[in-house]
């Protein structure tokens, strides 16, 4: 039996690594901008600035799972998944960005693969309770 509790308090623990090493990378990047400008092209900081939109919204749609919102879990889902996507091409694509931050899309892909497993493990733990709410094993107020 999947515990449901546990696999929610994960998820919360992936999402919010990933708003971090969002946050990390914004900072790295501005810190290299002034030391070596050609290890933080445009590429990057399109890159960054789209990563760090996500670490805004992914948090966000973490407390509609809190709050037992079926449509919420889709949503970290769907985003996780494409998130996943979209780092590991963009990592695949030669003189792209500086190898740093190959290494950063790649370590976002992983974690937003973990995203990806530990929604569906809550998905499928989850008890309908027929009004599009799920019962995420939290006392409900």
């Not at 501005?30 to 933080?40: C, F, Q, T």
């Not at 497993?117 to 809550?122: C, E, F, N, P």
């Amino acid at each position: 039996m999947v515990n449901k509790t546990s696999s929610l308090s994960a998820l919360h623990r992936v999402v919010y690594s990933y708003t971090a090493v969002a946050a990390a990378t914004i900072v790295v990047l501005a810190v290299v901008s002034g030391v070596a400008p050609r290890e933080a092209p445009a590429d990057a900081w399109v890159h960054a600035v789209v990563v760090g939109v996500f670490a805004l919204v992914l948090p966000l749609r973490l407390r509609g799972v809190r709050a037992g919102n079926r449509g919420s879990l889709r949503a970290v889902g769907i985003i996780s998944g494409v998130l996943v996507v979209v780092n590991v091409a963009e990592a695949l694509v030669p003189d792209f960005v500086p190898t740093w931050m190959r290494v950063e899309m790649v370590g976002i892909a992983v974690l937003m693969a973990a995203s990806v497993a530990l929604v569906v493990r809550v998905a499928l733990a989850r008890d309908n309770d027929g009004h599009g709410r799920i019962d995420v094993g939290l006392p409900r107020p």
